[in-house]
């Protein structure tokens, strides 16, 4: 292990207290001292980089099912005999992965916000990953080329450098793990927050 790794290695990753940030399960909404944050992936989709026409109930439920069991496993609560035979093959993947990459969880599911920015989200998993902080999110379908972006703009609300992957879950048990290492993508996703602020704006919005 080089100096360089060395020292990132012994970064502590403690989960940043966000002071004021709060969020509304039932809306889906982020607030900051009482006032509207966008979330990240409201800005990537009103910005036009998502597009979620063909995107299924079914899709939806079972990604938000196979990021809880991970969530559960991560925090030592999951009940592996709760999970449905299928959510079990995508949670299989995500243990291949912590088992073959050594994975280190320190914090899952957390909320963050920028205050410069203004606009907040929750990433899945921050931990050590190849000997550095790294910032892991979990998907279930395809990696679609915006979630450079989401994550550069999770990653910023971090003090401390972190590492990016798309983790791609199979039902089958594989998995398909992608960096993302392009330092421009964080300017990419405030061109998108100045895009969706104006369009919002001007519907009265936020």
Same mark, same amino acid.
């Given at each position: 292990?080089?100096?360089?790794?060395?020292?990132? +290695?012994q970064?502590? %990753? &403690?989960?940043?207290?966000?002071?004021?940030? +709060? $969020?509304?399960?039932?809306?889906?909404?982020?607030?900051?001292?009482?006032?509207?944050?966008?979330?990240?992936?409201?800005?990537?989709?009103?910005?036009? $980089?998502?597009?979620?026409?063909?995107?299924?109930?079914?899709?939806?439920?079972?990604?938000?099912?196979? @990021?809880?069991?991970? @969530? /559960? @496993?991560?925090?030592?609560?999951?009940?592996?005999?709760? =999970?449905?035979?299928?959510?079990? &093959?995508?949670? +299989?993947?995500?243990?291949?992965?912590?088992?073959?990459?050594? $994975?280190?969880?320190?914090? +899952? &599911?957390?909320?963050?916000?920028?205050?410069?920015?203004?606009?907040?989200?929750?990433?899945?998993? !921050?931990g050590?990953?190849? #000997?550095?902080?790294? %910032?892991?999110? !979990?998907?279930?379908?395809? !990696?679609?080329?915006w979630?450079? /972006?989401?994550?550069?703009?999770?990653?910023?609300?971090?003090?401390?450098?972190?590492?990016?992957?798309? %983790?791609?879950?199979?039902?089958? #048990?594989?998995?398909? =793990? !992608?960096?993302? &290492?392009?330092?421009?993508?964080?300017?990419?996703?405030?061109?998108? =927050?100045?895009?969706?602020n104006?369009?919002?704006?001007?519907?009265?919005?936020?």
């Open positions: 292990m080089n100096v360089a790794v060395q020292q990132l +290695s970064i502590p %990753l &403690e989960a940043p207290a966000f002071e004021g940030l +709060s $969020f509304d399960e039932d809306a889906h909404r982020y607030f900051l001292n009482g006032k509207p944050l966008p979330g990240v992936t409201t800005v990537l989709k009103t910005a036009g $980089f998502i597009d979620d026409r063909f995107y299924t109930e079914e899709g939806r439920i079972r990604g938000q099912a196979v @990021h809880l069991a991970a @969530h /559960y @496993h991560d925090i030592g609560v999951l009940d592996r005999t709760s =999970l449905h035979p299928l959510i079990k &093959e995508y949670f +299989s993947a995500y243990e291949r992965f912590l088992k073959e990459t050594g $994975f280190q969880v320190v914090f +899952s &599911e957390n909320r963050v916000c920028h205050r410069d920015f203004r606009y907040a989200g929750t990433n899945d998993k !921050i050590y990953l190849f #000997g550095r902080p790294a %910032l892991v999110d !979990i998907k279930t379908g395809d !990696i679609q080329f979630t450079a /972006y989401q994550l550069a703009a999770y990653a910023a609300c971090y003090p401390y450098p972190l590492a990016r992957y798309g %983790l791609r879950l199979f039902p089958e #048990g594989r998995y398909k =793990l !992608i960096p993302f &290492e392009d330092k421009n993508d964080f300017s990419v996703f405030l061109a998108a =927050l100045t895009t969706a104006v369009k919002t704006q001007q519907q009265g919005g936020w």
